[in-house]
């Protein structure tokens, strides 16, 4: 098939990129489009290409979906082809897509520009949508046990392993001297019993010492249902990072009691995000992995206090970034349900002010 001029509208529409030669596409895309975030994972064997794509709307994170898809290259062209496949996940309307791509440079580097498609009833195309993307990897990120790869690996053959050969025994020479036969056993001589050398017994160990009792600071609050996996260790490595950060705050809350109840999970995809969080400025929870189960445990704030602050700090980016989270506030009778982002370089923060019911 040819697409010459309609290729060539095409590009001449997305600006003044210079158009590349093919070159090797597989590996980890991010960009935007319309108001959403997008990341193509690619993977390539020869003209063929397989992959999944993870994208979600920029004002409303929750709105997102997973979906598998196949595609080729046209070398005739120089353009790669990409068609939406299956959904993995699909939180909101989210349909398939159809992506027509092609390389390009833009201020010295490398991206990729192209066209995207959105497919409705009845197998009709509607809303193309200009994109450009960036390759942040050179490998497809792999879902393991959510999306297997496309083109596995053959299984090694098995290495044959050589017969053993029966060991050559040297015949004496003929001037060697005859090896005397042993002497039979005399079975009816009796046999002494062996001596058992008896040991002295070993001492019993020192019974453990009790470690002492640790101080508890009254300034922390008071962590009521703590995690089967939590821990409190301190880690001034964790502490000293996190002040370094920026400071992002993410939500804000009032709140008219001092006993409060948090819940967090990971937002969206289960990807390995880890974090620890803070209670003004006192490390609580180090090394927590987010997911679908939460991490729950209730606070009573001090009075006296009217600003208090959860600091979520991430110590990764997880397999799909940045770090998420979905936190669900109980306060009394009133529930809240909030959600922050976290990055290597920002700290996400949510501000509670207690004010007290007046009497």
């Not at 098939?1 to 590996?27: D, E, T």
């Not at 897509?97 to 195309?125: C, N, W």
């Not at 002497?183 to 062996?194: L, M, Q």
Request: proline share 9%; charged share 25%; with cysteine.
């Amino acid at each position: 098939m040819k697409f010459s001029l309609r290729y060539i509208m095409l590009f001449f529409l997305l600006g003044s990129a210079v158009i590349l030669p093919a070159q090797k596409i597989a590996g980890t895309w991010e960009g935007k489009m319309d108001g959403e975030f997008i990341q193509i994972n690619i993977d390539q064997k020869g003209n063929q290409l397989c992959g999944y794509t993870y994208d979600y709307e920029l004002m409303n994170r929750a709105s997102h979906c997973i979906a598998t898809f196949d595609g080729y290259y046209d070398p005739e062209n120089k353009l790669f082809f990409i068609a939406g496949k299956r959904f993995i996940e699909n939180s909101g309307s989210h349909v398939h897509m159809r992506m027509m791509l092609a390389f390009a440079k833009e201020d010295g580097r490398t991206i990729l520009i192209g066209q995207v498609s959105t497919e409705i009833m009845g197998g009709f195309m509607q809303g193309r949508v200009d994109m450009k993307l960036s390759r942040v990897s050179a490998r497809p990120q792999q879902l393991g046990g959510i999306v297997e790869p496309c083109f596995p690996k053959p299984p090694r053959p098995a290495v044959k392993q050589p017969a053993a050969r029966p060991p050559v025994v040297k015949q004496p020479a003929a001037t060697a001297k005859p090896i005397p036969s042993k002497p039979t056993p005399d079975v009816n001589k009796p046999v002494s019993p062996p001596v058992v050398k008896k040991l002295p017994p070993r001492p019993l160990p020192a019974p453990p010492k009790k470690p002492k009792p640790l101080a508890i600071d009254s300034s922390l609050p008071t962590i009521l249902k703590p995690s089967r996996n939590a821990t409190a260790l301190p880690n001034k490595e964790i502490v000293q990072s996190m002040k370094l950060r920026k400071k992002s705050e993410q939500n804000r809350l009032e709140v008219n009691v001092k006993k409060i109840n948090l819940k967090v999970y990971d937002n969206g995809v289960v990807d390995n995000d880890t974090v620890s969080i803070f209670y003004n400025g006192q490390l609580l929870l180090s090394h927590q992995r987010l997911s679908e189960t939460a991490l729950e445990f209730d606070i009573e704030l001090k009075d006296g206090v009217e600003r208090h602050e959860i600091i979520m700090y991430a110590e990764n980016l997880g397999g799909i970034p940045p770090n998420t989270a979905l936190i669900v506030v109980t306060a009394g009778d009133k529930r809240y349900e909030l959600r922050s982002k976290a990055s290597l370089e920002e700290n996400a923060v949510l501000i509670i002010t207690y004010k007290p019911k007046p009497f």
